[in-house]
């Protein structure tokens, strides 16, 4: 963890959520989210379900509407203008908690599909560059297969490396470990662990925290809708001050 | 004693068991057929009697196809050469095929022009159905339309090439504007359609040669089963993207576009076939010009495509309520606009879903284009029992020329099945 503390983050401001509010309907989510993500942060959030943690983040690439407040992503406003929107979505990428790979098409034309269409880039680049990602999460010898024939912690791996074939500034991770055997966790987070320590921003919602210590430089807890904590990963666990964290943090570390 | 019990309890494996073929009993026929056709007394009983069943069946009905008469003149010829025996008087498909085939006023000397059309559809369509094949010949494809129309129902040349050239017009002001803003695009590209076709038009009726070089048939000359391909290839390929279409449009945010939709999906739905073909036949000139005469044929087409699209844009909707919404997310999430994200990652695996129930409404649809035969138009059916069984010669004919018709749809038909279920396994790539 003293290794990850060295990584650099500048001063300049990826995600600034301001005074953000959503609504369900009429069940308040999201209460008055104020948040500034420096570039290179590593933020992991955790909550119990429930609280808005998943919401927050598909709020910033807008999967989710917000109805009050203001999100700017690397100084783009996010509003119900479309343009604004891609813009957004293809500097964002995101990693699912049930992968969502396309079935139909082989790892290799998951990677390479949005920088064609998206980036306008030639097919032969965007398969060297897909392939340069897939060989960094240590899958390039399934380029060819389809994601039904691949493990889940395969096919997370690709959904990262999807994502990363975008080259995005940020990476938003929703739960990346929550659908996958114990055994497959592993390689997942150390796919994350190398993303971060080359001083991508990120944003992560999980219940790893053995990840969150060894990586996080800043941890938010959630809770009904707002966030009630937020600390160094140090800090964050050895002296929780409030309430609800307490209670979290004993029933999760308890065992 | 915690000795002890690890003494009996504790295992461990050194070795894997090799591999050894199953009893030579519990293979092939003979295992086959124990099980299934003798495995207790009352399945045996069940084996017997179906035997019986089958040999009750086929004994009166082999004797018939092959004692069948397959050259005579008349029913009462083939009654008299088979003499009191049973057999089928198949002479009426030898005498009336091509009336059966073409109906009875498309011209005998211009058959060569539906079959050769019918030749190059199966070139056309190739392509399209089995898409390893070269991209290339998809060049016939897009011709085939305009080929097609020529030969079938001859004509000035100028014709079908203004036809086509609207078309290409249509396609290219849509390419253009149609990148910057969809609706720019989309009625430019019609509009530019409709100026050549206008413009064309007009050029036709000044040129027009005193003789073309096809001999023109006009629409009411077709018939036969020749009509029932030909409704039934149209209406197949035009209301499959008509259906794609208004499935989306159902699904749209846009209030307008989605009442629209639902409204014309509904009422359709709502509406029995045959009563559309009415209106089509007797009633759609009223919502045409006055001077203007729509075609019985295209008047039909459109009908039978509206009605067979709305089925098709519900078994899509099911396609598409079946994905994830997590597909929807990922292509948002990757920064595909909506376009994008259908024709790239939505319509692919929806469509894939959809085949059973688009191939089902598609074989459905070319069986119900027999029903035209109630509005005068002599396709197969109406042939039949129309012109052929009013004959003096021939009335009374009936197993065989039904038969006949049902063995014609019939290898359609499963034709279709077939390829649906070839490409079901060849679109596979789920790995369930």
């Known amino acids: 963890m003293a290794e990850a503390q060295k990584l650099e983050i500048s001063d300049e401001i990826a995600i600034d959520i301001r005074n953000m509010n959503k609504w369900f309907g009429s069940f308040h989510v999201l209460r008055d989210i104020d948040l500034q993500v420096r570039r290179g942060e590593r933020i992991v959030i955790a909550g119990p379900s429930g609280s808005g943690k998943s919401t927050m983040i598909r ?67 965007a398969e060297a560059t897909a392939m340069h990602f897939l060989e960094k999460v240590k899958i390039p010898e399934q380029a060819n297969k389809y994601p039904g024939q691949l493990s889940g912690g395969q096919q997370q791996r690709v959904a990262i490396a999807r994502s990363l074939c975008m080259r995005p500034r940020i990476m938003l991770f929703d739960e990346p470990t929550s659908a996958l055997d114990p055994e497959m966790i592993k390689e997942v987070l150390d796919t994350m662990v190398s993303l971060a320590e080359e001083g991508m921003t990120m944003l992560c919602v999980t219940h790893e925290m053995g990840f969150a210590r060894q990586v996080a430089n800043r941890v938010i807890f959630m809770d009904a809708g707002q966030i009630v904590e937020q600390n160094e990963p140090e800090e964050f666990f050895n002296n929780p001050q409030n309430e609800r964290t307490k209670l979290f943090l004993s029933q999760i570390l308890g065992h | 004693m915690a000795d002890t019990h690890a003494h009996s309890v504790a295992f461990v494996r050194k070795d894997v068991i090799p591999e050894s073929p199953p009893p030579a009993r519990q293979t092939g026929v003979p295992k086959w057929l124990r099980e299934n056709l003798f495995s207790s007394w009352a399945n045996t009983a069940l084996t017997i009697a179906a035997a019986w069943a089958i040999y009750m069946v086929l004994s009166s009905f082999l004797p018939w196809i092959l004692n069948g008469v397959w050259d005579a003149s008349s029913l009462s010829q083939c009654r008299e050469i088979l003499a009191g025996k049973t057999g089928a008087c198949f002479a009426v498909l030898t005498e009336r095929w091509h009336q059966l085939l073409f109906g009875f006023t498309y011209p005998s000397e211009l058959y060569w022009r539906p079959v050769l059309a019918f030749i190059i559809m199966l070139v056309a369509f190739a392509p399209v159905l089995f898409f390893d094949l070269p991209r290339q010949m998809l060049v016939v494809t897009v011709l085939f339309p305009f080929i097609a129309f020529y030969l079938i129902w001859g004509g000035p040349l100028l014709t079908p090439i203004i036809a086509f050239l609207g078309c290409v017009a249509g396609y290219l002001v849509f390419s253009h504007y149609g990148k910057a803003n969809f609706a720019t695009g989309f009625f430019g590209g019609i509009a530019a359609a409709f100026i050549v076709w206008s413009i064309g038009g007009l050029l036709v009726d000044l040129v027009r040669p005193e003789e073309p070089w096809m001999t023109p048939v006009p629409s009411r000359d077709l018939g036969g089963f020749m009509l029932n391909m030909m409704l039934g290839v149209t209406c197949v390929s035009l209301s499959v993207p008509l259906g794609i279409v208004l499935a989306l449009g159902r699904q749209s945010d846009m209030p307008l576009i989605k009442a629209v939709c639902v409204i014309f999906i509904e009422f359709i739905r709502g509406v029995p076939l045959i009563t559309l073909l009415f209106v089509a036949s007797v009633m759609l000139a009223y919502f045409f010009p006055p001077e203007s005469t729509v075609d019985l044929f295209l008047r039909v087409v459109i009908m039978i495509t509206m009605f067979s699209s709305a089925y098709i844009a519900e078994v899509i909707r099911g396609g598409l309520a079946a994905l994830p919404k997590g597909q929807y997310e990922a292509a948002d999430s990757l920064g595909l606009d909506y376009p994008q994200a259908m024709r790239l990652i939505i319509l692919p695996q929806a469509l894939k879903i959809s085949i059973p129930g688009i191939v089902n409404v598609a074989v459905g649809l070319f069986k119900d284009t027999t029903l035209v035969s109630v509005i005068s138009m002599f396709d197969l059916i109406g042939m039949i029992r129309g012109p052929i069984l009013a004959s003096t010669e021939w009335s009374g004919v009936y197993w065989e020329l039904f038969g006949f018709a049902a063995l014609l749809f019939f290898v359609v038909c499963y034709g279709i099945s077939q390829y649906s279920q070839w490409l079901e396994r060849r679109l596979a790539t789920d790995h369930r």
């Open chain 1, 59 to 125: 709020c910033i690439n807008a999967l989710e509407e917000h109805q009050q407040g203001s999100i700017e992503v690397d100084g783009t406003l996010l509003s119900s203008d479309l343009k604004n929107i891609d813009k957004i979505r293809s500097e964002v990428g995101m990693v699912f908690q049930h992968f969502n790979l396309f079935p139909h098409l082989t790892i290799l034309e998951n990677c390479t599909l949005a920088p064609i269409w998206v980036r306008k880039i030639p097919k032969k680049d």
